[in-house]
């Protein structure tokens, strides 16, 4: 599918250049003829394959060198004198001019594009990824991705590094934001629409952090322990399906050793499974100071080391000339770089900056937004709020008064007009701040409680707090939970003595509604006492504007959980994260860590034992009750579900009725979990499809989901092949990982 789609796309590219070349002058026709007479590379009609093989035949062993690395990166060290034509983002690998191939652009883009207000620009904050990827759908995510791209272009970028899968094994992990949540299949169908809504835009995507980088601490020096099975069956399955889907042009390999072996030095898995097995025609570029050697690096699959040359330079150069990387090795690497830029068309398509149309992105985000907030609690139908039925509302805490927070590292977008709230002392932001976006809840509830006594208490203190919503109708409590890159969370509570803000206004005002701004899960000892609760993530550029609809029912909700939200953190596969010993610990943006990085630390071991039973999974598995499960989330409408049928065939259709039984329009994700045979020794069950449904109110449909054979099949080691194992798979359906009221048993072979 993955194939037809991309020749699709190409055939339109290709009509739309023939269309463009007959609409130019005569003189510019015959510019562009002379041009492909002298690099008949840059004839369009020729196949990706065929034009960068042709390149490759002319260069010399010093250009194939120069596009095996970047350039150094500012504050990260050594900046080359090559870098002078960088666009001012985290990687900048050089143009051959001579040749007609244009400079790689690189610039972080997770959830916008990273750095615009130190050079200078502007970008449009999107929610967090894993925000993205609660709305579970597949067109609002397409719609991410390409309002990404579009804004790469004008900023004069053409590539992405945006694209983290990494699955949610962890959820102290301090991107879990930056990544889709914990099912495999959710967060690979939800990336690869991300990637291909970049692509499509003509940038270079990236799917990352190939593979199982599920913490952040000592992410240098881990190594990972894990069956071969488990990890094709979870970590690497979201990778399969993100990359089989989206043709994505690059895959950034990991910090972390996995089995022993740095990720971006892992044979197994940048051949054997990602170049082999699974076919990948683009090319691997390691993480940032990811690449540990020259020889074995290029052995195992490695293309481009970023940000720097410390291996793939001149070390390179030197084994090549001695026959230690053979020449068709090298040559296979640039191949590959090559075939990317004329695959995702930056080469017949460049960008050129322009002014990014900020009011197109805001209305995108806000509409993502929209579709993304979940609805956790709502007793006694609380929300959504009418004005005209109140006289006062308290809105308290998490500086709601004057911005929402956002994820850090480097998926950092720049807020217009910097920081909202400047901590003290500093002039500006830093790696590691907390981040605040000038949307106001504050505001936008006042817009739209008109008449109502909207009154702002910051929740530093529980006491005036309570006593504040103790005098209201209302009390809306913002709870926050900032994450970022370099970073894990020491538990799932929220910090700042935030539970306590909370019990005590809860017990102050039966009418307490919480708003939770975090990346990850978080427990809730005060859950049972709130009459609702909304989980915002970091909400992005129009967070405040989407949660107000929200509030206030002018947009019914309909996103759903894509991790679980367990009881406590003692629930966890693990109690704690395995922290490095002291002597690996490593700073980002010291230079002298930079180094001892790349000669590699001495490793420290992890092992994931919970094996294939990540998240919903797992607490199946092992019988514990959770605070709210994968999938869940509530609507002002209800909905009720019958009449399932199951047809196997090549792959499983799996229908049934959706009916919206309340009276307000609404979306429902309707999902589908499979429990295979037991002789596969899998968990209870998995997610296998799902379908988001329009209905009005008192509307009923026919859902139709098809089910993928690889969704029910598992991974024989011993084969090296995904098998379906011929027995009675359990197909059920309904409204979250625990609420699936329908049922029905189909024999598969
Ligand atoms: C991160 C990558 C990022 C790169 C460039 C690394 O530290 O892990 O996700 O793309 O830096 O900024």
Same mark, same amino acid.
């Given at each position: 599918?993955?194939?037809?789609?991309?020749?699709?796309?190409?055939?339109?590219?290709?009509?739309?250049?023939?269309?463009?070349?007959?609409?130019?002058?005569?003189?510019?026709?015959?510019?562009?003829?002379?041009?492909?007479?002298?690099?008949?590379?840059?004839?369009?009609?020729?196949?990706?394959?065929?034009?960068?093989?042709?390149?490759?035949?002319?260069?010399?062993?010093?250009?194939?060198?120069?596009?095996?690395?970047?350039?150094?990166?500012?504050?990260?060290?050594?900046?080359?004198?090559?870098?002078?034509?960088?666009?001012?983002?985290?990687?900048?690998?050089?143009?051959?001019?001579?040749?007609?191939?244009?400079?790689?652009?690189?610039?972080?883009?997770?959830?916008?594009?990273?750095?615009?207000?130190?050079?200078?620009?502007?970008?449009?904050?999107?929610?967090?990824?894993?925000?993205?990827?609660?709305?579970?759908?597949?067109?609002?995510?397409?719609?991410?991705?390409?309002?990404?791209?579009?804004?790469?272009?004008?900023?004069?970028?053409?590539?992405?590094?945006?694209?983290?899968?990494?699955?949610?094994?962890?959820?102290?992990?301090?991107?879990?934001?930056?990544?889709?949540?914990?099912?495999?299949?959710?967060?690979?169908?939800?990336?690869?629409?991300v990637i291909k809504g970049s692509?499509?835009?003509?940038?270079?995507?990236?799917?990352?952090?190939?593979?199982?980088?599920?913490?952040?601490?000592?992410?240098?020096?881990?190594?990972? @322990?894990?069956?071969?099975?488990?990890?094709?069956?979870?970590?690497?399955?979201?990778?399969?399906?993100?990359?089989?889907?989206?043709?994505?042009?690059?895959?950034?390999?990991?910090?972390?050793?996995?089995?022993?072996?740095?990720?971006?030095?892992?044979?197994?898995?940048?051949?054997?499974?990602?170049?082999?097995d699974w076919n990948f025609k683009?090319?691997?570029?390691?993480?940032?100071?990811?690449?540990?050697?020259?020889?074995?690096?290029?052995?195992?699959?490695?293309?481009?080391?970023?940000?720097?040359?410390?291996?793939?330079?001149?070390?390179?150069?030197?084994?090549?000339?001695?026959?230690?990387?053979?020449?068709?090795?090298?040559?296979?690497?640039?191949?590959?770089?090559?075939?990317?830029?004329?695959?995702?068309?930056?080469?017949?398509?460049?960008?050129?900056?322009?002014?990014?149309?900020?009011?197109?992105?805001?209305?995108?985000?806000?509409?993502?937004?929209?579709?993304?907030?979940?609805?956790?609690? @709502?007793?006694?139908?609380?929300?959504?709020?009418?004005?005209?039925?109140?006289?006062?509302?308290?809105?308290?805490?998490?500086?709601?008064?004057?911005?929402?927070?956002?994820?850090?590292?480097?998926?950092?977008?720049?807020?217009?007009?910097?920081?909202?709230?400047?901590?003290?002392?500093?002039?500006?932001?830093?790696?590691?701040?907390?981040?605040?976006?000038?949307?106001?809840?504050?505001?936008?509830?006042?817009?739209?409680?008109?008449?109502?006594?909207?009154?702002?208490?910051?929740?530093?203190?529980?006491?005036?707090?309570?006593?504040?919503?103790?005098?209201?109708?209302?009390?809306?409590?913002?709870?926050?939970?900032?994450?970022?890159?370099?970073?894990?969370?020491?538990?799932?509570?929220?910090?700042?003595?935030?539970?306590?803000?909370?019990?005590?206004?809860?017990?102050?005002?039966?009418?307490?509604?919480?708003?939770?701004?975090?990346?990850?899960?978080?427990?809730?000892?005060?859950?049972?006492?709130?009459?609702?609760?909304?989980?915002?993530?970091?909400?992005?550029?129009?967070?405040?504007?989407?949660?107000?609809?929200?509030?206030?029912?002018?947009?019914?909700?309909?996103?759903?959980?894509?991790?679980?939200?367990?009881?406590?953190?003692?629930?966890?596969?693990?109690?704690?994260?395995?922290?490095?010993?002291?002597?690996?610990?490593?700073?980002?943006?010291?230079?002298?860590?930079?180094?001892?990085?790349?000669?590699?630390?001495?490793?420290?071991?992890?092992?994931?034992?919970?094996?294939?039973?990540?998240?919903?999974?797992?607490?199946?598995?092992?019988?514990?009750?959770?605070?709210?499960?994968?999938?869940?989330?509530?609507?002002?409408?209800?909905?009720?579900?019958?009449?399932?049928?199951?047809?196997?065939?090549?792959?499983?259709?799996?229908?049934?009725?959706?009916?919206?039984?309340?009276?307000?329009?609404?979306?429902?994700?309707?999902?589908?979990?499979?429990?295979?045979?037991?002789?596969?020794?899998?968990?209870?069950?998995?997610?296998?499809?799902?379908?988001?449904?329009?209905?009005?109110?008192?509307?009923?449909?026919?859902?139709?989901?098809?089910?993928?054979?690889?969704?029910?099949?598992?991974?024989?080691?011993?084969?090296?092949?995904?098998?379906?194992?011929?027995?009675?798979?359990?197909?059920l359906a309904g409204g979250s990982?625990?609420?699936?009221?329908?049922?029905?048993?189909?024999?598969?072979?």
């Amino acid at each position: 599918m993955a194939t037809q789609t991309s020749t699709l796309r190409n055939a339109s590219f290709l009509i739309s250049m023939v269309i463009w070349c007959a609409l130019l002058p005569a003189s510019a026709q015959t510019q562009v003829s002379a041009k492909t007479t002298s690099k008949p590379w840059l004839n369009f009609s020729l196949s990706p394959d065929e034009r960068a093989a042709m390149v490759v035949k002319e260069m010399t062993l010093d250009e194939k060198i120069a596009l095996l690395h970047g350039t150094g990166m500012s504050g990260l060290g050594p900046v080359s004198p090559l870098a002078v034509h960088s666009n001012g983002g985290a990687g900048y690998v050089i143009a051959i001019p001579r040749l007609g191939i244009p400079a790689i652009q690189m610039s972080d883009a997770a959830y916008g594009v990273r750095m615009s207000g130190e050079n200078g620009r502007y970008s449009t904050a999107l929610p967090a990824c894993v925000a993205g990827a609660a709305s579970w759908d597949l067109e609002a995510a397409h719609e991410y991705g390409a309002l990404i791209g579009r804004e790469l272009r004008a900023q004069g970028y053409n590539m992405s590094l945006g694209g983290g899968v990494n699955i949610t094994r962890e959820p102290r992990n301090g991107r879990s934001f930056e990544y889709m949540g914990e099912d495999p299949i959710l967060a690979g169908k939800i990336v690869a629409q991300v990637i291909k809504g970049s692509q499509d835009q003509h940038v270079i995507g990236d799917i990352k952090h190939y593979a199982l980088n599920d913490q952040e601490s000592g992410r240098n020096a881990v190594n990972v @322990n894990i069956d071969q099975r488990s990890m094709r069956e979870s970590d690497l399955l979201a990778f399969e399906i993100g990359i089989r889907e989206s043709d994505v042009a690059a895959v950034m390999c990991s910090y972390n050793r996995i089995n022993g072996d740095y990720a971006c030095e892992n044979h197994y898995l940048l051949t054997d499974v990602l170049k082999k097995d699974w076919n990948f025609k683009g090319f691997v570029l390691s993480d940032w100071g990811g690449t540990h050697s020259a020889a074995k690096a290029s052995a195992a699959g490695l293309d481009q080391e970023e940000p720097a040359e410390i291996f793939y330079g001149a070390e390179f150069k030197k084994a090549v000339e001695a026959g230690k990387i053979p020449k068709s090795e090298l040559d296979d690497h640039v191949h590959r770089i090559l075939r990317s830029m004329f695959a995702t068309g930056v080469i017949d398509d460049p960008p050129e900056k322009s002014v990014v149309d900020v009011l197109g992105g805001l209305e995108v985000a806000q509409k993502i937004a929209e579709q993304s907030i979940v609805l956790l609690k @709502n007793e006694q139908n609380q929300l959504p709020l009418d004005a005209s039925k109140l006289h006062s509302i308290v809105v308290i805490g998490a500086h709601s008064d004057v911005g929402m927070i956002s994820g850090g590292g480097s998926a950092q977008v720049d807020p217009p007009g910097g920081n909202a709230i400047m901590p003290p002392g500093k002039g500006r932001t830093h790696w590691q701040d907390h981040i605040w976006f000038p949307t106001s809840p504050l505001k936008t509830i006042k817009a739209k409680a008109r008449g109502v006594s909207v009154q702002y208490d910051p929740g530093t203190d529980p006491s005036s707090a309570a006593d504040a919503a103790r005098a209201a109708d209302v009390a809306i409590v913002f709870g926050y939970q900032w994450e970022g890159e370099g970073m894990d969370l020491e538990s799932l509570s929220l910090p700042e003595n935030q539970d306590a803000l909370i019990a005590k206004v809860a017990a102050a005002n039966p009418h307490t509604i919480v708003v939770l701004e975090t990346g990850s899960p978080v427990t809730m000892p005060w859950a049972g006492q709130v009459s609702g609760i909304l989980e915002a993530w970091y909400a992005g550029s129009r967070g405040a504007e989407a949660l107000a609809n929200l509030l206030f029912g002018d947009v019914n909700p309909s996103a759903k959980l894509p991790v679980t939200f367990p009881e406590s953190a003692a629930d966890l596969p693990h109690p704690t994260i395995v922290k490095p010993p002291v002597h690996s610990t490593t700073r980002d943006g010291e230079n002298e860590a930079w180094k001892r990085i790349a000669s590699g630390l001495p490793a420290f071991q992890v092992t994931y034992d919970e094996g294939v039973k990540v998240g919903y999974k797992w607490y199946d598995a092992e019988n514990k009750p959770v605070l709210f499960p994968f999938g869940y989330g509530l609507s002002y409408t209800a909905y009720e579900y019958s009449g399932l049928k199951v047809t196997p065939g090549d792959n499983v259709h799996v229908t049934f009725t959706v009916k919206n039984t309340g009276s307000r329009p609404g979306a429902e994700v309707a999902q589908v979990y499979a429990a295979l045979p037991a002789s596969t020794g899998e968990p209870p069950k998995r997610l296998v499809g799902w379908s988001k449904v329009q209905l009005n109110a008192g509307e009923s449909k026919e859902v139709r989901v098809e089910v993928d054979r690889l969704y029910l099949s598992i991974f024989n080691v011993e084969k090296n092949a995904w098998e379906l194992v011929p027995g009675d798979y359990a197909f059920l359906a309904g409204g979250s990982s625990q609420s699936l009221p329908l049922k029905e048993t189909a024999s598969l072979k």
